[in-house]
């Protein structure tokens, strides 16, 4: 009981962040099994590689940026000292499987669009792969500082430009649509005026 009422705020609150991000991770693990499955095992379209899959890999990131945060504020905290080196250990593990996912879903996007010839046109969806490359940026800023390995600062000077590319190129992408629509709109409300006004004459 005295133990309890020496807890500071800071050591519940990563407490409980601790376990939220444990059970995240669970939850992750046995999610990612099915989708995994059905990529290796069940006949996959083009039509169903959309952009959302890229979420998998922010998740992971997410993953990756809290595991380091996590350690990088529980400097002090009993239990997150503790359990340090797992924490650490989990933390790499996820980050090596969203550095696995990235030139998967790459391969995956230049099958889809190269070699099965599906169009490539703007949707809402699209705006799933701007964010999960800029966590992973963010996440392996933080990953090096708690590992103290400086040479992992290398991956996010270059993901940066990767992920401002990817969020300009979908923004482009998004604007030239919405000029589409606004031209065809206009197109079509001249088209019926003029008919309007023949039908008036």
């Known amino acids: 009981m005295n ?75 009993g239990i997150i000292v503790e359990l340090e080196i797992f924490i650490k250990g989990f933390t790499l593990f996820f980050w090596v499987l969203v550095s696995w996912w990235i030139p998967l879903l790459i391969t995956l996007g230049i099958w889809r669009h190269i070699v099965r010839r599906y169009p490539l046109s703007y949707t ?40 401002a590319g990817v969020w300009l190129f979908v923004l482009a992408g998004m604007a030239v649509h919405l000029g589409k629509r606004h031209i065809a709109y206009f197109k079509n409300r001249v088209g019926s005026d003029h008919a309007n006004k023949k039908h008036i004459s």
């Open 124 to 163: 809402p969806e699209m705006w799933a792969m701007a964010f999960p490359v800029a966590m992973y940026t963010v996440g392996t800023i933080h990953l090096s500082i708690v590992l103290e390995m400086e040479f992992l600062m290398i991956i996010p000077y270059i993901t940066i430009f990767g992920a």
């Open 3 to 77: 133990n309890i009422h020496r807890l500071v705020p800071y050591e519940i609150i990563l407490f409980i962040s601790l376990c939220h991000f444990l059970f995240g991770c669970m939850l992750y693990l046995n999610i990612i099994a099915f989708i995994f499955y059905r990529l290796m095992f069940v006949n996959i379209e083009e039509t169903s590689l959309k952009p959302p899959y890229w979420i998998n890999m922010g998740a992971l990131a997410i993953t990756t940026l809290a595991g380091s945060v996590l350690l990088i504020h529980g400097t002090g905290a």
